[in-house]
């Protein structure tokens, strides 16, 4: 278990303290950067070690932030359960290679429910149910309509939306969205949304890893300026996200 104490001291001991702090932010690293958890290379390694080495400097947890979504069902299940349990995994591999760990935030995406069309009580009876379940294993969350309201940003222009994003949304909308008009209208609205949403979560989360169960083609989706952990979401070899898996019996 490892700290760089951040104290007054001769440019010699900094250097050296730097030298040990970046030793142990290497080690930190590659304890979760593994194919145990990754479905590919991130999206800037060096940004990733630069997050960490200041945390051990600051002697902080590592901060890492995250989606959490809303599909079909009204509880949690099964595979909510296997999902935040593989989260906590590789929290502790965190932990076991520096003494303050993983500061983990799941951000629900109230918004994103509400597009698709869920009604306002299953989305909180959903997210209720997700919220307990986290804070047992340590996680912290916040709603995203909240963090939307709080630090209020204007979208990046885009004359349009990449043609294959939109294929993507409107393929994914398709499966999920039950709001007015099309899929692809509701494509479009959702991807407007990411487009302030990514912004207040820079905003919010200034100097976390962000992780997601998205592939690297959707990257565009996801916070400009903060390193990208493309995650596994259940286990190794399994992407898909949680909340849109039947309820599986234990």
Not at 87 to 113: E, I, N, Q
Request: hydrophobic share 35%; proline share 6%; charged share 20%.
């Amino acid at each position: 278990m490892h700290s760089c104490a951040s104290t007054e001291e001769s440019p010699k001991r900094q250097s050296g303290r730097k030298d040990r702090c970046a030793a142990v932010a290497t080690t930190v690293l590659r304890s979760f950067n593994t194919w145990a958890f990754k479905r590919e290379q991130p999206s800037d390694a060096a940004s990733m070690l630069r997050i960490i080495s200041d945390s051990i400097a600051r002697e902080e947890p590592v901060p890492f932030v995250m989606y959490w979504g809303k599909g079909p069902r009204t509880r949690i299940a099964a595979p909510d359960i296997h999902c935040l349990d593989y989260l906590h995994a590789l929290c502790t591999r965190v932990a076991c290679s520096y003494k303050r760990g993983a500061a983990l935030t799941l951000v629900f995406t109230d918004t994103h429910a509400g597009l698709n069309g869920h009604s306002p009580e299953s989305i909180l009876q959903y997210f209720e149910d997700i919220a307990g379940a986290a804070r047992s294993r340590n996680f912290q969350i916040c709603w995203l309509g909240e963090l939307l309201a709080t630090h209020r940003t204007q979208p990046s222009a885009f004359s349009e939306i990449p043609g294959d994003i939109l294929g993507r949304l409107t393929r994914s909308a398709q499966k999920w969205y039950h709001g007015d008009g099309t899929s692809e209208e509701g494509a479009k609205r959702y991807f407007s949304l990411n487009m302030l949403e990514r912004q207040t979560i820079e905003l919010a989360f200034p100097n976390s890893i962000f992780i997601t169960f998205n592939g690297s083609e959707l990257r565009s989706l996801f916070p400009d300026h903060l390193p990208i952990f493309y995650m596994y979401s259940l286990r190794r070899g399994t992407s898909v996200k949680p909340w849109f898996i039947p309820e599986m019996p234990e």
